[in-house]
């Protein structure tokens, strides 16, 4: 895979509390907190998420279908991924006998909701059969989330997908994954603080 040439992006910032609530919804918090997220908040929420994901995931769809017509090199490295079009797989995907590549990789773990999808994180990894397996910061968002849903009578189903073709140095795969984290807007990544506002990131 070719070189990124992107501008050093600053990754200092920490992992931030989402809808702009008071409420405390660290693993160590209790969990009833995230209940008093109310059910249009939520959704309303969801759905600013995935108009923006929506936007980027067409025109990628459309530069596709165009490819033949424009140079491979006038489009960035981070729009040649559709993590939509990705295989979904558990979230548990270890505890089974599937074949996960164990090379290095870029990770989605997506929502969906009845016709919707939204990226919730974007990762990378230096093994994709292990990175998902041990602690993550995100499971713990994971559960906050479905807990608000549950609460609300709202179901959905997440999933996590890989992206394989990266580049196997860690500075240049570290790269993409910011690329991709700014494309997308992930709510899940500590890089997004700015621009959605929810409950179920604080450290």
Known sequence: MEKFNVNNISSQSRQFELFGSNVNTSINFQHSNNL???????TEWRNRIH?????ISKDIHNKTLHQTSLPINTISNERKIDPFSLHPLSLNFWRTNQYIHNGPAMYFVIDSMESSKIILYIGETNSANKRWKGEHDCKNYLM???EALAHNNLSSHQDIRFFLDVPKEVKLRRKLEQQLIYLWLPPFNKETRDRWTTTFTNN
């Open 36 to 42: 008093k997220i109310k059910g249009e908040i939520l």
């Open 51 to 55: 108009n923006h994901q929506f936007k």
């Open 144 to 146: 906050n989330y479905k």
